[in-house]
């Protein structure tokens, strides 16, 4: 009898542990990309050209014939320096001069994001500012989201549903990103996907069955 009530026990255990950490795992995320293709640009300001580099094929994301543009412009005079830089992270940076605006354009094979989510995750790792520096994303060159303050390390979520035409992302084979900020800011960011919010408050609920599962598991191994 006590080795039935065990194995039930673990049962719910499993159960329990495969929800909650399902929830947080989002598996049907897409990657559009985790930034290991290295890539750099820098533009010195002093005209109103930017600066280009790419297209590049990139392997770090599971979108199919996937390339990566980056463009960079600073701003004032010359030897103002806007960087943009990916090495396992997306990384931009300014002088102390520079007001500097930068931009990561993908091109890929079309495809359904709603297969995959209902939001864009962009995780910001760090910013040296915490106002005034904006991201906005374009989806197909024509649907745009506002413009969004990031204002701390995190994971920055923008729904489909924020962009002027929603149902674009039913067919995507373009997305970008723009970012603009005050002199000497600088960021660090890490993947993009398309993905679902995780909803915290199941989330812990699940873990708190789980931890449940567990005193009980113990107590019937010591009765």
Excluded at 6 to 35: E, M, P
Excluded at 55 to 65: H, K, M, Q, S, W
Excluded at 139 to 167: E, K, P, R, T
């Amino acid at each position: 009898m006590n080795s039935l009530k065990i194995s039930k026990i673990a049962t719910l255990l499993s159960f329990s542990f495969g929800l909650a950490f399902s929830s947080f795992s989002q598996a049907n995320s897409l990657v559009i990309d985790n930034f290991s293709d290295y890539q750099y640009v820098y533009d010195l300001g002093g005209d109103n050209i930017a600066t280009t580099e790419g297209p590049l094929a990139i392997a770090g994301t599971g979108l199919t014939g996937a390339t990566r543009t980056l463009i960079a412009h600073a701003t004032g005079s010359n030897f103002h320096e806007t960087a943009i830089e990916t090495d396992n992270s997306l990384s931009i940076s300014n002088t102390s001069q520079s007001a500097g605006n930068a931009s990561v354009i993908w091109n890929f094979n079309l495809t359904d994001f709603t297969l995959h989510g209902n939001a864009i995750m962009l995780q910001v790792l760090a910013i040296d500012i915490q106002s005034g520096v904006f991201v906005q994303m374009i989806a197909n060159g024509s649907s745009s989201s506002n413009q969004i303050a990031i204002n701390g390390a995190g994971d920055l979520y923008v729904n489909f549903s924020d962009f002027d035409n929603a149902s674009v992302f039913q067919g995507l084979n373009q997305f970008q990103l723009n970012f603009k900020g005050p002199q000497s800011w600088d960021a660090e960011f890490k993947v993009l996907t398309a993905t679902t919010p995780v909803p915290l408050p199941p989330a812990f609920a699940l873990m708190s069955l789980a931890l449940f599962g567990i005193g009980s598991f113990r107590k019937y191994q010591h009765s």
